[in-house]
Protein backbone atom coordinates (compact mmCIF):
# COMPACT_ATOMS: atom_id res chain seq x y z
CA UNK A 1 0.00 0.00 0.00
CA UNK A 2 1.38 3.31 -0.99
CA UNK A 3 2.33 5.77 1.61
CA UNK A 4 -0.25 8.82 2.19
CA UNK A 5 2.24 12.19 1.69
CA UNK A 6 0.34 14.40 3.55
CA UNK A 7 0.10 18.28 1.73
CA UNK A 8 0.45 21.65 2.99
CA UNK A 9 -2.50 22.45 0.69
CA UNK A 10 -5.18 20.27 2.63
CA UNK A 11 -5.44 22.73 5.60
CA UNK A 12 -5.99 25.55 3.06
CA UNK A 13 -8.54 24.08 0.91
CA UNK A 14 -10.12 22.37 4.14
CA UNK A 15 -11.24 25.79 5.61
CA UNK A 16 -13.41 25.75 2.86
CA UNK A 17 -15.60 23.46 3.48
CA UNK A 18 -19.64 24.47 4.11
CA UNK A 19 -18.93 27.61 2.64
CA UNK A 20 -20.89 28.95 -0.67
CA UNK A 21 -18.53 28.91 -2.70
CA UNK A 22 -17.18 26.05 -5.26
CA UNK A 23 -13.36 25.05 -4.33
CA UNK A 24 -11.47 24.15 -7.71
CA UNK A 25 -8.10 22.19 -7.39
CA UNK A 26 -6.37 22.54 -10.36
CA UNK A 27 -2.87 20.52 -11.03
CA UNK A 28 -0.96 18.51 -13.18
CA UNK A 29 -1.60 15.10 -13.99
CA UNK A 30 -0.62 12.87 -10.90
CA UNK A 31 0.49 15.40 -8.16
CA UNK A 32 -2.28 13.81 -5.93
CA UNK A 33 -5.51 15.57 -7.07
CA UNK A 34 -7.50 12.49 -6.88
CA UNK A 35 -5.72 11.37 -3.29
CA UNK A 36 -6.54 14.61 -1.80
CA UNK A 37 -10.22 14.56 -2.82
CA UNK A 38 -10.46 11.02 -1.83
CA UNK A 39 -8.68 12.00 1.81
CA UNK A 40 -11.11 14.82 2.23
CA UNK A 41 -13.77 12.49 1.41
CA UNK A 42 -12.69 9.87 4.02
CA UNK A 43 -12.30 12.47 6.83
CA UNK A 44 -15.33 14.17 6.14
CA UNK A 45 -17.40 10.74 6.58
CA UNK A 46 -15.56 9.99 9.71
CA UNK A 47 -18.01 13.23 10.84
CA UNK A 48 -20.91 11.46 9.66
CA UNK A 49 -21.27 14.24 6.36
CA UNK A 50 -22.56 13.36 2.62
CA UNK A 51 -20.09 13.19 0.03
CA UNK A 52 -20.60 11.61 -4.14
CA UNK A 53 -17.12 11.44 -6.02
CA UNK A 54 -17.20 11.38 -9.23
CA UNK A 55 -14.54 10.80 -11.86
CA UNK A 56 -15.80 12.96 -14.97
CA UNK A 57 -13.18 11.62 -17.62
CA UNK A 58 -14.22 7.98 -17.05
CA UNK A 59 -17.84 9.71 -17.14
CA UNK A 60 -18.48 11.51 -19.51
CA UNK A 61 -21.32 9.66 -21.28
CA UNK A 62 -23.14 9.71 -18.26
CA UNK A 63 -26.50 11.38 -18.75
CA UNK A 64 -26.08 13.21 -15.21
CA UNK A 65 -23.03 15.21 -16.91
CA UNK A 66 -25.39 16.08 -20.16
CA UNK A 67 -27.58 18.45 -18.86
CA UNK A 68 -27.60 20.44 -15.84
CA UNK A 69 -31.01 20.14 -14.55
CA UNK A 70 -30.67 16.27 -14.62
CA UNK A 71 -27.74 16.68 -12.21
CA UNK A 72 -30.17 19.16 -10.13
CA UNK A 73 -32.43 16.66 -9.80
CA UNK A 74 -30.43 14.06 -8.54
CA UNK A 75 -28.66 16.16 -6.28
CA UNK A 76 -31.64 17.34 -4.80
CA UNK A 77 -32.88 13.94 -4.34
CA UNK A 78 -29.28 12.92 -2.66
CA UNK A 79 -29.29 15.82 -0.21
CA UNK A 80 -32.50 15.51 1.46
CA UNK A 81 -31.01 13.89 4.27
CA UNK A 82 -28.35 17.11 4.93
CA UNK A 83 -25.91 18.78 3.45
CA UNK A 84 -24.00 17.31 0.17
CA UNK A 85 -20.18 17.66 -0.70
CA UNK A 86 -20.20 16.67 -4.58
CA UNK A 87 -16.65 16.00 -5.50
CA UNK A 88 -16.06 15.77 -9.43
CA UNK A 89 -12.69 14.97 -10.92
CA UNK A 90 -11.46 16.39 -14.34
CA UNK A 91 -14.51 18.49 -14.12
CA UNK A 92 -13.09 19.78 -16.98
CA UNK A 93 -14.03 16.98 -19.22
CA UNK A 94 -17.91 18.30 -18.91
CA UNK A 95 -19.12 20.29 -22.19
CA UNK A 96 -19.14 24.22 -21.01
CA UNK A 97 -17.80 22.98 -17.56
CA UNK A 98 -17.93 26.76 -16.32
CA UNK A 99 -21.83 27.28 -17.27
CA UNK A 100 -22.82 23.69 -16.43
CA UNK A 101 -21.03 23.97 -12.51
CA UNK A 102 -22.74 27.72 -12.57
CA UNK A 103 -26.33 26.80 -12.99
CA UNK A 104 -25.77 23.89 -10.18
CA UNK A 105 -24.18 26.22 -7.72
CA UNK A 106 -26.83 29.10 -8.31
CA UNK A 107 -29.51 26.90 -8.10
CA UNK A 108 -28.00 24.46 -4.96
CA UNK A 109 -25.29 26.26 -3.05
CA UNK A 110 -27.47 26.03 0.14
CA UNK A 111 -27.75 22.60 0.08
CA UNK A 112 -24.73 21.13 -2.23
CA UNK A 113 -21.05 22.36 -2.10
CA UNK A 114 -18.66 21.34 -5.63
CA UNK A 115 -15.66 20.43 -5.14
CA UNK A 116 -14.00 19.97 -8.63
CA UNK A 117 -10.16 19.08 -10.29
CA UNK A 118 -8.88 19.40 -13.28
CA UNK A 119 -5.53 19.11 -14.77
CA UNK A 120 -5.46 21.76 -17.75
CA UNK A 121 -5.35 25.17 -16.72
CA UNK A 122 -6.09 26.44 -20.51
CA UNK A 123 -9.61 24.48 -19.86
CA UNK A 124 -10.16 25.51 -16.39
CA UNK A 125 -9.77 29.00 -17.01
CA UNK A 126 -11.79 29.05 -20.24
CA UNK A 127 -14.34 27.66 -17.90
CA UNK A 128 -13.90 30.41 -15.01
CA UNK A 129 -15.70 33.44 -16.91
CA UNK A 130 -19.25 31.83 -15.47
CA UNK A 131 -17.80 31.15 -11.84
CA UNK A 132 -16.50 34.81 -10.98
CA UNK A 133 -17.02 35.04 -7.19
CA UNK A 134 -18.35 31.73 -7.11
CA UNK A 135 -14.93 29.90 -6.74
CA UNK A 136 -12.09 29.46 -4.89
CA UNK A 137 -8.79 28.00 -6.77
CA UNK A 138 -6.07 26.11 -5.53
CA UNK A 139 -2.90 24.86 -7.14
CA UNK A 140 -1.23 21.45 -5.97
CA UNK A 141 2.10 21.13 -7.36
CA UNK A 142 4.54 18.49 -7.52
CA UNK A 143 5.93 17.88 -4.08
CA UNK A 144 7.52 20.44 -2.57
CA UNK A 145 11.30 20.15 -1.08
CA UNK A 146 10.10 20.36 2.36
CA UNK A 147 6.91 17.69 1.65
CA UNK A 148 9.36 15.94 -0.23
CA UNK A 149 11.87 15.22 2.90
CA UNK A 150 8.58 14.65 4.96
CA UNK A 151 8.84 11.37 3.42
CA UNK A 152 12.10 10.72 3.01
CA UNK A 153 13.71 12.26 5.88
CA UNK A 154 11.26 12.92 8.53
CA UNK A 155 12.91 15.68 10.39
CA UNK A 156 11.37 18.92 9.98
CA UNK A 157 12.61 22.41 11.06
CA UNK A 158 11.99 26.33 9.94
CA UNK A 159 14.14 29.06 10.96
CA UNK A 160 14.56 33.35 10.19
CA UNK A 161 17.20 34.04 8.39
CA UNK A 162 17.58 36.83 11.13
CA UNK A 163 18.38 33.63 13.22
CA UNK A 164 22.03 32.86 11.84
CA UNK A 165 23.17 31.14 15.04
CA UNK A 166 20.34 28.36 14.29
CA UNK A 167 21.28 28.38 10.43
CA UNK A 168 24.74 27.68 11.15
CA UNK A 169 23.27 24.62 14.05
CA UNK A 170 21.07 23.18 11.17
CA UNK A 171 23.69 22.92 8.91
CA UNK A 172 26.45 21.37 11.07
CA UNK A 173 23.45 18.68 11.80
CA UNK A 174 21.67 17.84 8.45
CA UNK A 175 23.98 19.25 5.72
CA UNK A 176 24.86 15.96 4.17
CA UNK A 177 21.22 14.62 4.62
CA UNK A 178 19.96 17.46 3.41
CA UNK A 179 22.79 16.98 0.14
CA UNK A 180 21.49 13.26 -0.99
CA UNK A 181 18.04 14.02 -0.47
CA UNK A 182 18.50 17.24 -2.87
CA UNK A 183 20.21 14.72 -5.36
CA UNK A 184 17.50 12.27 -5.00
CA UNK A 185 14.82 15.01 -5.63
CA UNK A 186 16.79 16.01 -8.85
CA UNK A 187 17.28 12.56 -9.66
CA UNK A 188 13.54 11.03 -10.31
CA UNK A 189 11.77 14.60 -9.39
CA UNK A 190 8.62 14.71 -7.23
CA UNK A 191 5.79 13.67 -8.06
CA UNK A 192 4.54 11.89 -4.85
CA UNK A 193 4.22 8.30 -6.77
CA UNK A 194 7.23 8.01 -7.89
CA UNK A 195 8.75 9.37 -4.50
CA UNK A 196 6.63 7.02 -2.75
CA UNK A 197 8.16 4.24 -4.96
CA UNK A 198 11.12 2.36 -3.68
CA UNK A 199 12.32 -0.02 -6.52
CA UNK A 200 14.59 2.54 -8.62
CA UNK A 201 13.32 0.82 -11.95
CA UNK A 202 9.67 0.86 -11.21
CA UNK A 203 10.34 5.11 -10.61
CA UNK A 204 11.54 4.58 -14.19
CA UNK A 205 8.28 2.79 -15.88
CA UNK A 206 6.56 5.23 -13.39
CA UNK A 207 8.14 8.40 -14.95
CA UNK A 208 7.44 7.12 -18.69
CA UNK A 209 4.50 5.93 -17.97
CA UNK A 210 3.82 9.10 -16.78
CA UNK A 211 4.53 11.17 -19.86
CA UNK A 212 2.97 8.97 -22.02
CA UNK A 213 -0.40 9.33 -20.31
CA UNK A 214 0.10 13.37 -21.08
CA UNK A 215 0.96 12.83 -24.23
CA UNK A 216 -1.45 11.06 -25.13
CA UNK A 217 -4.30 11.71 -23.06
CA UNK A 218 -3.81 15.61 -22.45
CA UNK A 219 -2.07 16.68 -25.43
CA UNK A 220 -3.04 14.26 -28.47
CA UNK A 221 -6.47 13.31 -26.92
CA UNK A 222 -8.18 16.13 -24.80
CA UNK A 223 -6.30 19.49 -26.43
CA UNK A 224 -5.88 17.99 -29.88
CA UNK A 225 -2.24 18.39 -30.76
CA UNK A 226 -2.23 18.10 -34.85
CA UNK A 227 1.36 18.25 -34.92
CA UNK A 228 2.93 15.71 -32.39
CA UNK A 229 6.39 15.02 -33.76
CA UNK A 230 7.25 19.09 -33.63
CA UNK A 231 5.05 19.14 -30.36
CA UNK A 232 7.43 16.71 -28.91
CA UNK A 233 10.58 18.04 -30.27
CA UNK A 234 9.60 21.55 -28.61
CA UNK A 235 9.43 19.70 -24.99
CA UNK A 236 12.91 18.11 -25.61
CA UNK A 237 14.76 21.52 -26.41
CA UNK A 238 13.11 23.36 -23.71
CA UNK A 239 13.81 20.64 -21.07
CA UNK A 240 17.40 20.82 -22.73
CA UNK A 241 17.49 24.05 -21.77
CA UNK A 242 15.87 24.97 -18.58
CA UNK A 243 17.15 28.07 -16.60
CA UNK A 244 18.41 29.39 -20.23
CA UNK A 245 16.34 32.50 -22.56
CA UNK A 246 13.94 30.79 -24.99
CA UNK A 247 14.46 32.56 -28.18
CA UNK A 248 11.48 32.07 -30.24
CA UNK A 249 12.81 32.58 -33.51
CA UNK A 250 15.29 30.18 -33.21
CA UNK A 251 12.61 27.28 -32.06
CA UNK A 252 10.63 27.91 -34.69
CA UNK A 253 13.66 27.47 -37.29
CA UNK A 254 14.90 24.25 -35.97
CA UNK A 255 11.36 22.93 -34.71
CA UNK A 256 9.85 24.03 -38.36
CA UNK A 257 7.16 25.55 -36.75
CA UNK A 258 5.38 28.80 -37.63
CA UNK A 259 5.64 31.33 -34.35
CA UNK A 260 1.90 31.66 -33.78
CA UNK A 261 1.64 27.94 -33.61
CA UNK A 262 4.95 27.76 -31.44
CA UNK A 263 3.43 30.25 -28.86
CA UNK A 264 0.01 28.20 -28.66
CA UNK A 265 2.28 24.93 -28.07
CA UNK A 266 3.95 26.70 -25.69
CA UNK A 267 0.89 28.26 -23.73
CA UNK A 268 -0.28 24.32 -23.49
CA UNK A 269 3.01 23.08 -22.05
CA UNK A 270 3.05 26.06 -19.28
CA UNK A 271 -1.13 25.61 -18.68
CA UNK A 272 -0.79 21.79 -18.32
CA UNK A 273 2.15 22.64 -16.18
CA UNK A 274 5.08 21.07 -17.49
CA UNK A 275 7.09 24.40 -17.60
CA UNK A 276 6.94 28.02 -16.66
CA UNK A 277 8.19 30.63 -18.65
CA UNK A 278 9.91 33.82 -16.37
CA UNK A 279 9.55 37.33 -17.69
CA UNK A 280 12.35 40.18 -17.22
CA UNK A 281 12.28 42.26 -14.32
CA UNK A 282 11.54 46.22 -16.31
CA UNK A 283 9.77 48.70 -14.84
CA UNK A 284 8.68 49.65 -18.20
CA UNK A 285 6.00 46.57 -18.29
CA UNK A 286 5.22 47.18 -22.23
CA UNK A 287 9.42 46.47 -22.55
CA UNK A 288 8.87 43.58 -20.11
CA UNK A 289 6.15 41.93 -22.32
CA UNK A 290 8.60 41.89 -25.29
CA UNK A 291 11.47 40.25 -23.65
CA UNK A 292 12.59 36.89 -24.04
CA UNK A 293 11.29 34.38 -21.25
CA UNK A 294 13.85 32.24 -19.30
CA UNK A 295 12.30 28.05 -19.01
CA UNK A 296 11.92 26.27 -16.04
CA UNK A 297 10.66 22.89 -16.02
CA UNK A 298 8.08 21.69 -12.69
CA UNK A 299 9.51 18.18 -12.23
CA UNK A 300 13.17 17.13 -12.58
CA UNK A 301 12.01 12.86 -13.01
CA UNK A 302 10.47 14.37 -16.08
CA UNK A 303 13.44 16.01 -17.77
CA UNK A 304 15.48 13.41 -17.04
CA UNK A 305 13.19 10.87 -19.01
CA UNK A 306 12.52 13.01 -21.96
CA UNK A 307 16.29 13.84 -22.23
CA UNK A 308 17.07 10.04 -21.32
CA UNK A 309 19.47 11.19 -18.29
CA UNK A 310 21.13 9.55 -15.62
CA UNK A 311 18.62 8.91 -12.78
CA UNK A 312 20.91 8.68 -10.06
CA UNK A 313 23.09 11.21 -9.59
CA UNK A 314 25.03 12.64 -6.55
CA UNK A 315 24.69 15.84 -4.82
CA UNK A 316 28.13 16.60 -6.43
CA UNK A 317 26.86 15.80 -10.17
CA UNK A 318 24.11 18.08 -9.75
CA UNK A 319 25.02 20.30 -12.57
CA UNK A 320 24.24 24.74 -12.34
CA UNK A 321 20.95 24.71 -14.75
CA UNK A 322 19.21 21.86 -12.32
CA UNK A 323 20.61 24.26 -9.38
CA UNK A 324 18.81 27.25 -10.26
CA UNK A 325 16.03 25.10 -11.80
CA UNK A 326 15.89 24.28 -8.27
CA UNK A 327 15.56 27.47 -6.75
CA UNK A 328 13.15 28.80 -9.16
CA UNK A 329 10.88 25.87 -8.04
CA UNK A 330 10.90 26.55 -4.32
CA UNK A 331 10.57 30.12 -4.75
CA UNK A 332 7.24 29.80 -6.61
CA UNK A 333 6.23 27.97 -3.73
CA UNK A 334 6.10 31.40 -1.92
CA UNK A 335 5.84 34.14 -4.25
CA UNK A 336 3.43 35.49 -6.52
CA UNK A 337 4.59 35.20 -9.85
CA UNK A 338 4.08 38.53 -10.47
CA UNK A 339 6.92 39.35 -8.27
CA UNK A 340 9.03 36.66 -9.45
CA UNK A 341 11.71 38.00 -12.70
CA UNK A 342 15.42 37.68 -13.63
CA UNK A 343 17.16 40.20 -14.96
CA UNK A 344 19.20 40.87 -17.46
CA UNK A 345 21.12 43.91 -19.61
CA UNK A 346 21.52 45.14 -22.70
CA UNK A 347 25.44 43.76 -22.44
CA UNK A 348 23.97 40.24 -21.08
CA UNK A 349 25.16 40.55 -17.56
CA UNK A 350 22.37 38.86 -15.86
CA UNK A 351 21.17 38.34 -12.41
CA UNK A 352 19.19 34.66 -12.00
CA UNK A 353 15.89 35.97 -10.03
CA UNK A 354 14.85 39.50 -8.95
CA UNK A 355 12.36 39.10 -5.67
CA UNK A 356 9.95 42.13 -5.61
CA UNK A 357 8.67 42.64 -1.52
CA UNK A 358 6.76 45.92 0.32
CA UNK A 359 10.59 46.49 1.88
CA UNK A 360 12.29 46.51 -1.22
CA UNK A 361 13.80 44.33 -3.72
CA UNK A 362 15.98 40.96 -3.30
CA UNK A 363 18.11 40.58 -5.96
CA UNK A 364 19.09 36.43 -5.61
CA UNK A 365 21.80 34.68 -8.01
CA UNK A 366 22.92 31.42 -7.84
CA UNK A 367 26.25 29.95 -7.64
CA UNK A 368 26.84 26.22 -7.27
CA UNK A 369 30.12 25.69 -7.82
CA UNK A 370 32.93 24.17 -5.14
CA UNK A 371 34.57 27.63 -4.44
CA UNK A 372 33.12 31.46 -4.44
CA UNK A 373 34.27 34.73 -3.61
CA UNK A 374 32.79 36.24 -0.57
CA UNK A 375 31.80 39.58 -2.69
CA UNK A 376 29.08 40.86 -4.21
CA UNK A 377 28.76 40.33 -7.99
CA UNK A 378 29.32 43.41 -9.69
CA UNK A 379 25.57 43.55 -11.28
CA UNK A 380 24.39 43.05 -8.00
CA UNK A 381 26.00 46.11 -7.03
CA UNK A 382 24.88 48.31 -10.34
CA UNK A 383 21.49 47.02 -9.82
CA UNK A 384 21.60 48.17 -5.97
CA UNK A 385 22.47 51.95 -7.55
CA UNK A 386 18.92 51.50 -9.26
CA UNK A 387 16.54 50.41 -6.91
CA UNK A 388 16.20 49.61 -3.14
CA UNK A 389 17.71 46.78 -2.23
CA UNK A 390 15.98 44.46 1.29
CA UNK A 391 19.09 42.08 1.59
CA UNK A 392 21.03 40.26 -1.76
CA UNK A 393 20.98 36.33 -1.46
CA UNK A 394 23.35 34.18 -2.90
CA UNK A 395 22.60 30.79 -3.07
CA UNK A 396 26.13 28.73 -3.02
CA UNK A 397 26.72 24.37 -3.32
CA UNK A 398 27.67 24.43 0.42
CA UNK A 399 29.50 28.33 1.27
CA UNK A 400 27.62 29.68 4.41
CA UNK A 401 28.23 33.56 5.72
CA UNK A 402 26.63 36.43 6.27
CA UNK A 403 27.26 39.99 6.45
CA UNK A 404 24.62 42.35 8.38
CA UNK A 405 26.12 45.62 7.74
CA UNK A 406 26.39 44.75 3.93
CA UNK A 407 22.67 43.13 3.83
CA UNK A 408 24.40 39.83 2.31
CA UNK A 409 23.76 36.28 2.58
CA UNK A 410 25.32 33.11 1.23
CA UNK A 411 23.15 30.61 1.88
CA UNK A 412 23.57 26.58 0.35
CA UNK A 413 20.82 25.19 -1.81
CA UNK A 414 19.30 22.28 0.15
CA UNK A 415 18.69 25.66 3.17
CA UNK A 416 16.54 27.52 1.05
CA UNK A 417 13.58 25.34 1.29
CA UNK A 418 14.07 26.24 5.11
CA UNK A 419 14.67 30.44 4.35
CA UNK A 420 12.16 32.63 5.54
CA UNK A 421 12.47 35.10 2.53
Not at 165 to 172: A, M, S, V
Not at 324 to 329: G, H, S
Not at 330 to 345: A, G, V
Amino acid sequence: MKQYLKRSLEKDLKKWLGKPKILILKGARQTGKTTLLKKIIKDLKTKNKQTLFFSVDLEINNSLFQDPKLLISFLKSQSKKGFLYLFLDEFQYIDKAGLFLKVIFDELKDKVQIIASGSSSLEITKNSEFLTGRKIDFHLKTLCFKEFLSFSFPKKESFSWKNITKIKEFNLIYKYDLQNSLAKYISFGSYPEIVTTKDLEEKKILLKELIFNYLQKDVAGFLKISKIKEFNNLTKILADQISNLVNRHELCKIINLDNATLIKYMSILENTYVFNFLKPYYKNIRKELHKMPKVFINDFGMRNVLLNKNMNISFDQIKGEEAENFVFMELKQNIFSHNLNFYRTASKAEIDFIITQEAGIIPLEVKFQNKIKDNLPFIMKKFADKYTINYFLIITKNYFSFCKKEKKLFLPIYLLPFFNL
